[in-house]
């Protein structure tokens, strides 16, 4: 997950199988996701750097490869910039 710095993100979780629960630690933010439902967070990130985000819930077998990356641009354009590389990586100009 890539984000700017200081801009509002809405993030709509969903889940097929089971209850887990969304979190990002260094923000504070935990979320249950509900299968069948969609559930919108609303965060915005105060500083730059990368942290780990993953599921809080014990929620089967695979739970301990439930992690992710969470990269906080330091701008908009940073993050604008990263975002065009990777269009242009995927041939999607």
Same mark, same amino acid.
């Given at each position: 997950l890539r984000i700017p710095v200081d801009t509002p %993100?809405?993030? @709509?979780? %969903? *889940?097929? !199988?089971? $209850?887990h629960s969304f979190k990002i630690?260094?923000? @504070?933010? *935990?979320? !249950? %996701? $509900?299968p069948g439902m969609e559930i919108p967070i609303w965060f915005e990130a105060?500083? *730059?750097g990368n942290f780990q985000l993953g599921c809080a819930q014990l929620c089967g077998l695979g739970h301990y490869e439930m992690?992710? !990356?969470?990269? $906080?641009?330091?701008s908009r354009e940073d993050f604008q910039r990263w975002l065009d590389d990777e269009h242009s990586a995927l041939g999607l100009d």
């Open positions: %993100v809405i993030a @709509r979780l %969903v *889940t097929k !199988d089971v $209850i630690p260094v923000m @504070r933010l *935990t979320q !249950d %996701v $509900i105060k500083s *730059t992690k992710a !990356d969470l990269v $906080i641009h330091p």
